[in-house]
């Protein structure tokens, strides 16, 4: 068996926390966290992981970080990992690409698979699977599991599907699971998708940019919050009424769909009257002339569905913002944006072109994309006793660098200081 050192593991002693009792509600996952799959625990009170190298495999490498569960992945190495084999990830897992040097983690190849990953949390870093990848394979895939939230993400260029939370049977499918604050964008050609949502166990879709995705974006059969979505440069489909042979319940309040040039339809189709739907302040702007003028959608235009006149009793959020207020923060936070990629860069300038630009891609090597790269890399800071805080973290908290507390909860607030950590990086 490898040991800690080689694999960039590292055991921890036992966490410390407020007294049994004092926390009357679930602890969020970290602050921001909304929605189904808010209360989302991650590896908190686990192991530390190290990634150290860009390797597909071995000891240090993001597949080998994510291959245990209970563990925080942390990052040495910023870059494109590129990977052959699929890499499903472990439950209870955070995996915390917030803490890269540079411009963070690109994972380039055949795409992640978090089906059964409970607990996940997963911030702050690119999945982009790409024409090598397997045909019928999405970006990111979760079949089944259960309170999983993923934030600031930017998923590109599935073969199937972009980001799919589907089980075929809404009945089987996963439970309490959040999309938010992340890009999902041009699945390619010649399915071009940017996701199925199929489960009845709930998922929130919040303050996502989907562009360049012919249809599906989403799909929904089941239970679903979307709120404040941007949908950009869909062809023949943005968001999907179901199936008629599911019952579906959804909110879906305060989206900008914008017309690019590849769009040909309306922002809603295929609805049926098992799609019972709460709709309102959901704008479409149609006319491609560089101005954000869009019209509110009229209740005819969602096609046919069953009006719920009082929105489902699904978890709040905190800021909902008016679809104007939705785009502009969009298009400045939306996916790995704490430093964003070349990519990210010219997709987000085709949504700002307001109608005049972007397109349907079947290969993202070819111009104007030309492959992932490059994504600058960097120095990590110090981590002496390799508990995931830089050694001057800790002595601005004063803690001690040479002695790993990472479970420990210094303030009795139920984050550990790791993920106080964590949470102060996302944030800078």
Known sequence: MATAAATGAQAEPAATGPAAGAQTEPLLAFPGAEGFGRYATGGRGGTVYHVTNLDDSGPGSFRDAVSEPN???????????????RIRVAPNITIAGQTAPGEGITIYGNGLSFTDANGTIARHFRVRQGIGGDSGTDAITVVTGDTMIFDHLSVTWGRDEVFSVSNGDPADGAHNVTIQNSILGQGLDTHSAGGLIETAGGVSLLRNLYLDNDIRNPKVKGVNQYVNNVVYNWRREAYILGG?????????QNNYFIAGPSTETGPFTRGNENFHLFAEDNYHDADRDGALDGYEVPREEYTTVTWMEKPYPYPPVADLMDPDDAYEYVVEHAGASLNRDRVDGLLVGEVTSLGRKGAIISDENAPPINGP??????????????DGMPDWWERLRDLDPEVPGNNADGDGDGYTDLEEYLNWRASH
């Open 71 to 85: 563990r925080t992945i942390v990052f040495e190495v910023g870059g494109v990992i590129t990977i052959g084999e």
């Open 244 to 252: 008629s042979q599911w019952t579906s319940e959804a909110n879906v």
């Open 373 to 386: 790269g490059p994504v600058r890399g960097g120095d990590a800071p110090r981590d002496t006793d390799r």
